[in-house]
């Protein structure tokens, strides 16, 4: 299973609609998908419909020893897509994990050995929040890849350089294997010379890294939120569609397929 870290330390980039949305195209192509959120917003989890209620959370998976990736995951109601969702507690489960020992590699444990195809999943999607606290660490000791979103805003650069501080501590210190999967525009407004400046000095500055693919500002991906479905259920016809499947398209090239 391919594990992939949404992460961001500035908010509002689109770390959460990008989550979603990505799995739903990644599903799509057909691969089972397995969505984390890792974000006391819980942001993913109430934008995505479970078939079943959830009767344990990702606080759950966490701190109970006896309880599998498999056991904690509900399918959702977006075929090829499941769900470990946030609860409204989260803050207890950093508190417990700061004071035990080697408590950045829990979630690592958990998703070892989990099998791709019909009896697991083929990608791991983490949503996390922008702040760098233990579920953020970890995320990324349990993941192959980073993908990093962002608005084309000036302020978001400075998130990224934070960002990639962060990534280069942990690949450093506690987990060699972490890497780079790229960065993408998922919130790009094609009509201001700033925004389009922006994404130009990102794609000078990052050159292998920033995807081709954007996404702009669409009131259509707002409106799938709030209706608790992915962009491609909702308005399938409309441009946030296609632009997500585009970027869903080049994010599986890099992976190798």
Known sequence: MTTITIGQRKGGNGKSTSALNLAAAFALRGKRVLLIDLDDQKNSTS???TRVPASVSVEDLLLKPGLSVLEAAVPTAWEGVSLIPASSSL???IRELDGEVGS???LREKLSGIPEGPDGFDLCLIDTSPSLNILVVNALCASRWLFVPLS?????LQGLGQTLEAFGKVQRRLNEDLALLGF??????G???LAREVVEKARAEYPELVFKGT???NIRIEEAQVMRK???AYSPDDRGSMQYRTLADEMLARLGG
């Open 47 to 49: 934008a995505i419909e």
């Open 215 to 217: 996404v702009g500002v």
């Open 230 to 232: 992915s962009i491609f």
């Open 91 to 93: 803050s207890g489960a």
């Open 104 to 106: 950045h590699l829990a």
């Open 184 to 189: 993408a525009f998922v919130i790009h407004d």
């Open 191 to 193: 009509r201001s010379a």
């Open 152 to 156: 084309s805003k000036y302020f978001s």
